[in-house]
C-alpha cells in the first residue's frame, strides 16, 4: 500500500481526491492494490478514481453522510469486486452509474449543487474545466480560493451596494456560490479598489492584482469573456448564471 500511494500521490486526480472524503481512498487503493507497482499509470488510477469521484461528489451535495447505506454499505459491497481482477473496470462502472442512477434525483441533485457554498466542487470545476480544453489539472504549490465578486475587503461596503444586495448574510450567500468562485494562484482582493473587477481583467496575477497569467483554465476563460469589453463589469446576474452552468456541468460528470 506504502507504495502504490507513493506512486500515485503526486498525480492530479489524487490531488483532486483529496479535497473530498478521505474514505475515498480506501477504495481506490483495493482497486489498485489488483496490479503491481510498475503497472500503474496516471491514466489507470485516473480512469478508476473519476468513478468514485461522482459518488463522492454527490456525497459533498446531500445532507446525509458516509455512514448512510448509500454510501458506506454500497461501497463495502462495491470492494469485493474492487480487489478481484476477473471484474472489468467496465462492470464496476455500470454498477456504480446504477446504484447512482436509482438513488439519486438528478434534478433534485442539481439544485443541490446550485445552493452549495463550500469549496470542493470548485476544485472540480477547475478539473471538469481541464478536462473539456484537454488540458493538464494541475495544482500549484500556492493557490487561493478566489471570489470574482470579493466577500470582503477593500471597499466592500460599496460592491455589496453596487450589487444592490443590503442584507449582509444575503451578500455571503450569494458571493459563496459555484458561480462567483474560482481558483487563482495569488490572493489579490485586498489590493483592489472601487474598480475591482476591471482591475481584475485587466492586470496580472504576478502582480497579485488580476488574473491574466494564471494558469488556472475557469481564471482564463473569464479573461476571455470580458477583457474586450470597454467596462467591464461583474453582477449577481454573473453569478447567478455562472452557477446555474456550472452546476449543469456537474450533473453532466456524475450522471454521465
Same mark, same amino acid.
Given at each position: 500500500?506504502?507504495? &502504490?500511494?507513493? +506512486? $500515485?500521490?503526486?498525480?492530479?486526480?489524487? !490531488?483532486?481526491?483529496? #479535497?473530498?472524503? @478521505?474514505?475515498?481512498?480506501?477504495?481506490?487503493?483495493?482497486?489498485?492494490?489488483?496490479?503491481?507497482?510498475?503497472?500503474?499509470?496516471?491514466?489507470?488510477v485516473t480512469e478508476f478514481a473519476?468513478?468514485?469521484?461522482?459518488?463522492?461528489?454527490?456525497?459533498?451535495?446531500?445532507?446525509?453522510?458516509?455512514?448512510?447505506?448509500?454510501?458506506?454499505?454500497?461501497?463495502?459491497?462495491?470492494?469485493?469486486?474492487?480487489?478481484?481482477?476477473?471484474?472489468?473496470?467496465?462492470? &464496476?462502472?455500470? +454498477? $456504480?452509474?446504477?446504484?447512482?442512477?436509482? !438513488?439519486?434525483?438528478? #434534478?433534485?441533485? @442539481?439544485?443541490?449543487?446550485?445552493?452549495?457554498?463550500?469549496?470542493?466542487?470548485?476544485?472540480?470545476?477547475?478539473?471538469?474545466?481541464?478536462?473539456?480544453?484537454?488540458?493538464?489539472?494541475?495544482?500549484?504549490?500556492?493557490?487561493?480560493?478566489?471570489?470574482?465578486?470579493?466577500?470582503?475587503?477593500?471597499?466592500?461596503?460599496q460592491i455589496r451596494e453596487d450589487?444592490?444586495?443590503?442584507?449582509?448574510?444575503?451578500?455571503?450567500?450569494?458571493?459563496?456560490?459555484?458561480?462567483?468562485?474560482?481558483?487563482?494562484?495569488?490572493?489579490?482582493?485586498?489590493?483592489?479598489?472601487?474598480?475591482?473587477?476591471?482591475?481584475?481583467?485587466?492586470?496580472?496575477?504576478?502582480?497579485?492584482?488580476?488574473?491574466?497569467?494564471?494558469?488556472?483554465?475557469?481564471?482564463?476563460?473569464?479573461?476571455?469573456?470580458?477583457?474586450?469589453?470597454?467596462?467591464?463589469?461583474?453582477?449577481?446576474?454573473?453569478?447567478e448564471k455562472r452557477t446555474n452552468?456550472?452546476?449543469?456541468?456537474?450533473?453532466?460528470?456524475?450522471?454521465?
Amino acid at each position: 500500500i506504502a507504495k &502504490i500511494w507513493y +506512486e $500515485i500521490k503526486d498525480y492530479s486526480i489524487i !490531488e483532486l481526491c483529496s #479535497k473530498f472524503n @478521505e474514505n475515498i481512498n480506501l477504495y481506490l487503493i483495493s482497486y489498485l492494490f489488483r496490479f503491481e507497482v510498475d503497472e500503474i499509470s496516471e491514466s489507470l488510477v485516473t480512469e478508476f478514481a473519476e468513478n468514485l469521484l461522482r459518488l463522492f461528489t454527490i456525497l459533498e451535495l446531500v445532507d446525509i453522510g458516509y455512514s448512510s447505506s448509500k454510501f458506506k454499505t454500497f461501497l463495502f459491497g462495491l470492494n469485493i469486486k474492487l480487489v478481484d481482477k476477473n471484474v472489468s473496470l467496465s462492470v &464496476i462502472k455500470d +454498477e $456504480i452509474n446504477r446504484h447512482i442512477n436509482k !438513488e439519486w434525483d438528478k #434534478k433534485e441533485i @442539481e439544485i443541490a449543487a446550485k445552493n452549495y457554498y463550500k469549496n470542493p466542487l470548485v476544485f472540480l470545476n477547475e478539473y471538469i474545466a481541464c478536462k473539456e480544453s484537454n488540458q493538464k489539472f494541475i495544482l500549484p504549490e500556492k493557490y487561493e480560493m478566489e471570489h470574482i465578486m470579493p466577500r470582503s475587503g477593500k471597499n466592500i461596503d460599496q460592491i455589496r451596494e453596487d450589487a444592490g444586495i443590503a442584507d449582509k448574510e444575503e451578500f455571503l450567500e450569494i458571493v459563496n456560490k459555484l458561480g462567483n468562485k474560482i481558483l487563482l494562484e495569488e490572493d489579490i482582493n485586498r489590493s483592489i479598489g472601487n474598480s475591482w473587477f476591471r482591475s481584475k481583467i485587466q492586470n496580472s496575477v504576478k502582480e497579485k492584482k488580476g488574473y491574466k497569467d494564471s494558469i488556472f483554465v475557469l481564471a482564463k476563460q473569464i479573461l476571455k469573456e470580458f477583457d474586450n469589453q470597454a467596462n467591464p463589469i461583474w453582477t449577481v446576474q454573473d453569478i447567478e448564471k455562472r452557477t446555474n452552468a456550472e452546476a449543469k456541468k456537474i450533473i453532466d460528470f456524475i450522471f454521465e
